[in-house]
């Protein structure tokens, strides 16, 4: 999910393909509007022409801070791309998620790190820190997580390294579904991702998980062990 800072401007691309290729779009058709968090359009970006020529492939829409001011922790945009090919109606549509500062002091390569992997096994896209810091919060009650990042102390890294693990077990999904794709081809990427016991490191990073959160709460409970092995599709939520 792309995501946004309160107040920020926000750029999209949009590409233009039609059955995997390439297509430019009749001209003086191409529109959009965006729409908030509740499925009403915003005034001020209701059917905005975009300009293009006959060679355009794709365009670049910035979306104005004005429009991304959220009340919420966790609000959503959604960018509506009308246009003509042939004289055929297309539409597109993009959703990005508008959120306040978060004090995250980590990165995905830190979550690749974990994994093993690297960023052509498991793009950024397919990372998620910002849902791993709101399911984190969740867990640990109000206040918790965002006073141990801005502790200036081991809590903030504590803090960070759960962080990344809570997002390590999310993308678990997204690296099997890979791990199937490159499967199809005896590749050196294949090979080399085979040699990797996929159920133990998740088991590790539930371990881990337990261990970090009990740090976090005080807690020396088993309370978090919450997680089977057996169902990687999302450790944390458990669904």
Known sequence: MQNVTDGDDFTLRFDFVELGEF???DLNSVTYTVRDNNGVVIATQNNIAVSTSEDTT??????PGSVNSNTLNREYRFVILKYTYQGNSKVLTQQYRVTPWLNIGTSTERVRARLGVTSSELPDQDIDLYEAYFTL???LGDTVLNTALTSGNINADNANNTLEVVAALKAFPSLQLRIAQVD???THEFRRLSKIDFQQLHQTLIEK????????????ETQFNLFSVVTPTDAITGS
């Not at 998980?209 to 020396?220: A, D, F, I, P």
């Open 23 to 25: 297509i430019s779009p």
């Open 58 to 63: 794709e365009v670049t829409i910035t979306i």
């Open 137 to 139: 919060d969740e867990k």
């Open 184 to 186: 199809k081809a005896d």
């Open 209 to 220: 998980y337990s261990e970090l959160v009990n740090k976090l709460s005080g807690s020396t």
